[in-house]
């Protein structure tokens, strides 16, 4: 989605969404998520992502923790790309 190997955007992110968010926005999104998941939240969250081409797109990020069948917190997540609705709706004046 975001135009990375596996491999590129291990080295590049550390794995997580938090290292190519939008760095104007990314201690504020990602403690939201932080937070919502330490409660057990489910969260849904929008914001920009760095590609590895140097272009930004928007994503909705959505997930919550949840327990394994061993009893352990797990976490899981979907990443939507969201650009082209964003841009749709800000061209009629949605957003």
């Known amino acids: 989605m975001f135009g990375y190997t596996l491999e590129e955007f291990m080295?590049?992110?550390?794995?997580?969404?938090?290292?190519?968010?939008?760095?104007g926005n990314e201690t504020e999104t990602i403690t939201q998520?932080?937070?919502?998941?330490k409660d057990g939240d489910a969260y849904c969250i929008q914001y920009r992502v760095k590609c590895r081409d140097g272009s930004?797109?928007?994503?909705?990020?959505?997930?919550?923790k949840i327990a394994n069948s061993d009893g352990d917190d797990e976490y899981w997540c979907v990443v939507l790309d969201i650009?082209?609705?964003k841009k749709n709706w800000k061209k009629r004046n949605l957003i």
Do not use: N
Request: overall charge negative; hydrophobic content about 35%.
């Open 11 to 23: 080295e590049v992110s550390g794995g997580t969404m938090k290292g190519i968010a939008d760095v």
């Open 33 to 37: 998520i932080e937070d919502h998941l």
């Open 56 to 64: 930004w797109k928007f994503v909705e990020d959505r997930g919550q």
């Open 83 to 85: 650009d082209e609705a």
